[in-house]
């Protein structure tokens, strides 16, 4: 059964980690174990060190303690030299009713006020290329196994 979002009455929090909460925090790393360990059946290493750096941008629906989607925003040098988004999910009864796309342009929106001038790159799971080419993401080099799953680089930008 899915969850009918009502995206207008969403609450969106983008901040830096010292800005979250010990809950939310726990909340958004349970979010990401259940979407990428559990559902995917990926074992890797959730824990870097690039959450301490990163902004989280994260949506929350109020009748539920996990967020019902969120993104991480790396910053330039972290991952890659570009800034980087990463960790997208919707959970999974949220699906289907665009809140993945406004979540992308959430997080498209917070890399252009966050890092000016700059293009944007993502790992992006394979099958997702055309979600991703849709917002003006082209996949550069080919395609690669990230934790058992494929996956391309896809460059986006850069702002103007």
Aim: glycine share 10%; charged share 15%; proline share 7%.
């Amino acid at each position: 059964m899915s969850l009918q979002i009502d995206l207008p009455s969403l609450t969106w929090q983008c901040c830096p980690l010292v800005e979250l909460s010990p809950l939310a925090l726990q909340n958004i790393h349970r979010a990401r174990q259940a979407v990428f360990v559990l559902e995917q059946h990926c074992a890797y290493a959730d824990a870097d060190d690039l959450d301490e750096c990163a902004h989280h941008l994260s949506a929350w629906d109020g009748t539920q303690a996990l967020p019902v989607a969120y993104a991480r925003i790396v910053p330039p040098g972290g991952r890659y030299a570009e800034p980087a988004i990463g960790r997208v999910l919707t959970q999974a009864n949220a699906r289907g009713q665009g809140l993945g796309r406004e979540l992308m342009r959430r997080a498209l929106s917070q890399v252009g006020r966050l890092y000016p001038t700059q293009a944007v790159r993502i790992s992006a799971q394979a099958h997702l290329n055309g979600f991703y080419g849709s917002l003006g993401f082209e996949p550069v080099g080919g395609a690669y196994l990230e934790d058992g799953i494929p996956h391309v680089e896809m460059l986006r930008g850069p702002w103007v």
